[in-house]
T-cell receptor, first 113, second 114 residues
Framework: DAMVIQNPRYQVTQFGKPVTLSCSQTLNHNVMYWYQQKSSQAPKLLFHYYDKDFNNEADTPDNFQSRRPNTSFCFLDIRSPGLGDAAMYLC????????????FGPGTRLTVL | AQSVTQPDIHITVSEGASLELRCNYSYGATPYLFWYVQSPGQGLQLLLKYFSGDTLVQGIKGFEAEFKRSQSSFNLRKPSVHWSDAAEYFCAVGPSGNTGKLIFGQGTTLQVKP
């Protein structure tokens, strides 16, 4: 089945230690998104890639970076995680960026010690 | 400003009872509307969407939603709730801004009593 896969499902890191979260998709969609979702809150868009074009949300901290080496993979890098970055990180894909249906992965739960 | 309001943070219903989750939006044009469901520790699964056409939309798992332009609402309904429906439900609207992102409501947590 075509799908969005996130690895790992659970990630524990130390305060200030860089961490990378991975997302892959078999849907061959043009757009890949990264959302941050804190407990009992709505998902918050961090950024997205439309093909190779990177689009950062205005309020996304510089601490968060992303890479998309090819159509299938997208990475979220947190350069110096703080306690406030503990959250669920959701990857999603869509065919085009204009509010086409977004398909979500299962998420990575990040814990910062 | 574009926004989505889900007035009910938490709802409890008995298994077999009917369900309605409310969603109100503020949007300058005809919106695209979505309902997603999220089980604990999981990603979001699309239940249904409205882009245009028939204002009553059928989705998966027996859910439906009705777009009412005059009331700026897109309420989610199910005639008979199952225990497995217990989850968090998010309403979303788009596109927003130059990136076409979705705006999510704060979510409604559904608890199902046996």
């Amino acid at each position: 089945d075509a799908m969005v896969i996130q690895n790992p499902r659970y990630q524990v890191t130390q305060f200030g230690k860089p961490v990378t979260l991975s997302c892959s998709q078999t849907l061959n969609h043009n757009v890949m998104y990264w959302y941050q979702q804190k407990s009992s809150q709505a998902p918050k868009l961090l950024f997205h890639y439309y093909d190779k074009d990177f689009n950062n949300e205005a309020d996304t901290p510089d601490n968060f970076q992303s890479r998309r080496p090819n159509t299938s993979f997208c990475f979220l890098d947190i350069r110096s995680p703080g306690l406030g970055d503990a959250a669920m990180y959701l990857c999603a894909t869509s065919i085009n960026p204009l509010a086409d249906t977004q398909y979500f992965g299962p998420g990575t739960r990040l814990t910062v010690l | 400003a574009q926004s989505v309001t889900q007035p009910d943070i938490h709802i409890t219903v008995s298994e077999g009872a009917s369900l309605e989750l409310r969603c109100n939006y503020s949007y300058g044009a005809t919106p695209y509307l979505f309902w997603y469901v999220q089980s604990p520790g999981q990603g979001l699964q699309l239940l249904l969407k409205y882009f245009s056409g028939d204002t009553l939309v059928q989705g998966i798992k027996g859910f439906e939603a009705e777009f009412k332009r005059s009331q700026s609402s897109f309420n989610l309904r199910k005639p008979s709730v199952h225990w497995s429906d217990a989850a968090e439900y998010f309403c979303a609207v788009g596109p927003s801004g130059n990136t076409g992102k979705l705006i999510f409501g704060q979510g409604t947590t559904l608890q199902v009593k046996p």
